[in-house]
């Protein structure tokens, strides 16, 4: 009985993983970051000193992504930034056209954060929040 | 001592073997490592660039049309495909970290696509946080201000023109500054200006504009209120038909007002929600003008909601004329006044908006105007010039718009 609790938790916590999705990644050297934080830093506000890189529009981890953090839609994030172009008030973050590439940028530059699938995290960047 | 040469090269093959093999590993990660750096150093180098200067567009284009001729917007019975139609081009070039230059060029279906600098400052961000900026800028009077000929950023298919329409200018040449404090999980962004400007179709002159708003923001909920005041100088102009013979007719400009440095003070307040689904947008303002120059309120609400890239939307607008007793037709010139100033109305609009395809999206809109008590709701072209009777009471206006930005 034991060990089938055991097999069911497994293969429980198995499903949840694969559905875990999007993690927020910085440089190895990076520190944790908040939420509040990391919304922030992707609608352009906040410390001026992060960089930011996003995967390219249409990306279905990027939808995700700011489902969890922005709490913005695609359309919605997209009215946003054009409010913010033509106010004056900031530019959309650099895009990356993978993974490979968002995490390349993110272990390049220690100020750097992104975000990635969880099931492509490897040891040349670190995640600092999982939201 | 005897030495076997040929097993020598053997031995030290063997011997060498692993760290051949651990040599190459290292080789490799290395050769991996720098082209990754080499990569990441090319895409800083084109970022830079890039970086540097940023062009950006909007693009609207209009079919706007009415039951009758009243005047709403311009529409008349006749399609009209200028009025709303408008091409923004902006450019933005960052001179350093802190300091840069925007220019952005419009040309409106409205004044027959002349091209105007709508946008044209030099931005500074202090150390402290103060954001100062000086050139021509939007005045930040209303929650669209900033961005009003920018379709695609808004839900509805036009701001409401009962609260839009009350103050007849827009951009301002001076300068601003404003300064964000950053809160846990929203923002509160101060803001002043000052300077000058002049209203295009009167050709009143607007001076000593000053204001300060304040807005707060958690991307869920955004509060703001606002104040401003200016001098207004110069004379009110109203084009009317002057019938010289039976039948023939020719436009003239009439001096309606003669406005002497008259100071106008303008209040507003608003809030929106937008939770992802829900849309609700509300506003309200107060202008008042010395003078006979109408002191008018107005307000709106807006709701919607979003179904995938469908957005229905319905608004309900008002505005009132709240000084028609200064001017009672005691004289001429007075009931001039009452005729051309004198003005409220209901506006109550069905909308949708179709995020069709990437960054283009496309508008319905039918709004239906009442309630114009004695007055021509705010049309000059609702009054008969000769008769001074008021020809309708009630209007439709049809839209289909669609907005790009690119």
Same mark, same amino acid.
């Given at each position: ?131 | ?24 590993? %290292? ?10 750096? &080499? ?27 009415? /039951? ?27 001179? #350093? ?82 300064? /964000?404090?950053?809160?846990?999980? #929203? ?45 207004? /100088? ?5 084009? &009317? ?31 929106? *929600? ?18 006979? *120059? ?21 608004? &309900? ?25 004198? %003005?409220?109305?209901? %506006? ?19 709004? *239906? ?6 007055? #021509? ?14 020809? *309708?009471? /009630? ?12």
């Amino acid at each position: 009985m034991k060990t089938l609790f055991t097999v069911l938790a497994l293969s429980l916590s198995a499903i949840v993983s694969a559905n875990a999705a999007v993690v927020v990644i910085g440089n190895t050297a990076s520190g944790d970051m908040s939420a509040s934080d990391a919304k922030k830093a992707f609608l352009g506000k906040g410390d001026s000193s992060v960089v930011v890189y996003e995967l390219e529009e249409g990306n279905a981890t990027r939808s995700a992504f700011h489902q969890a953090v922005t709490g913005k839609s695609d359309a919605q994030l997209k009215a946003f930034w054009s409010k913010q172009v033509f106010t004056g008030k900031g530019n959309p973050p650099a895009t990356v056209p993978s993974a490979a590439a968002m995490k390349s940028a993110v272990a390049s530059n220690p100020n750097a954060i992104g975000y990635i699938d969880e099931a492509d995290v490897d040891a040349t960047v670190k995640v600092i929040l999982k939201p | 001592m005897k030495f076997n040469l040929k097993a020598l090269p053997v031995a030290i093959s063997i011997a060498m073997a692993p760290s051949i093999a651990l040599a190459d590993d %290292a080789a490799d990660a290395k050769i991996a490592k720098l082209e990754q750096q &080499v990569q990441a150093l090319q895409s800083q180098q084109n970022a830079s660039l890039k970086d540097k200067v940023k062009l950006n567009g909007f693009i609207s284009g209009a079919y706007i049309s009415s /039951d009758n001729d009243a005047g709403y917007n311009s529409a008349d019975t006749s399609a009209n495909f200028s009025e709303d139609s408008k091409v923004g081009l902006q450019a933005t070039f960052d001179i #350093s970290d802190r300091t840069q230059a925007v220019l952005q060029l419009m040309m409106r279906g409205e004044y027959d696509w002349e091209v105007e600098a709508e946008w044209a400052y030099l931005a500074h961000r202090f150390e402290n946080g103060v954001k100062l900026r000086g050139g021509k800028l939007r005045v930040p009077l209303y929650m669209y201000s900033d961005y009003l000929d920018v379709g695609y950023a808004q839900p509805f298919a036009r701001p409401p023109e009962e609260v839009y329409g009350a103050v007849p200018f827009s951009s301002y040449t001076g300068a601003g500054a404003s300064y /964000d404090v950053d809160f846990d999980d #929203s923002t509160l962004t101060m803001q002043m200006f000052g300077g000058e400007s002049k209203v295009k179709s009167t050709g009143t002159e607007v001076s000593n504009l000053i204001g300060a708003n304040v807005s707060w923001t958690d991307e869920t909920w955004t509060l703001r209120a606002v104040y401003g005041q200016a001098q207004l /100088d110069g004379s009110v102009k109203s084009e &009317v038909d002057v019938e010289l013979a039976p039948g023939v007719i020719t436009q003239a400009d009439y001096t309606v007002l003669e406005l002497n440095d008259e100071k106008g003070t303008f209040t507003g307040v608003g809030a929106s *929600y937008d939770n992802g689904e829900v849309i609700a947008i509300t506003e309200w303002t107060r202008i008042e003008v010395d003078a006979a *120059y109408p002191d008018s309120d107005s307000g709106y609400l807006t709701l919607g909601y979003r179904i995938k890239e469908f957005t229905p939307y319905v608004t &309900v607008a008002y505005m009132k004329t709240q000084d028609n007793d200064e001017r009672l037709p005691i004289s001429v010139a007075a009931a001039t006044q009452m005729l051309a100033f004198n %003005a409220e109305r209901m %506006a109550y609009s069905l909308g949708l908006r179709w995020d069709a395809i990437d960054n283009v999206a496309v508008k319905f809109d039918v709004t *239906y105007a009442d309630d114009f008590g004695d007055t #021509s709701g705010g049309f000059l072209n609702n009054v008969d010039s000769n008769t001074g009777q008021i020809i *309708y009471d /009630d209007t439709l206006i049809y839209t289909v718009k669609f907005d790009a930005v690119f």
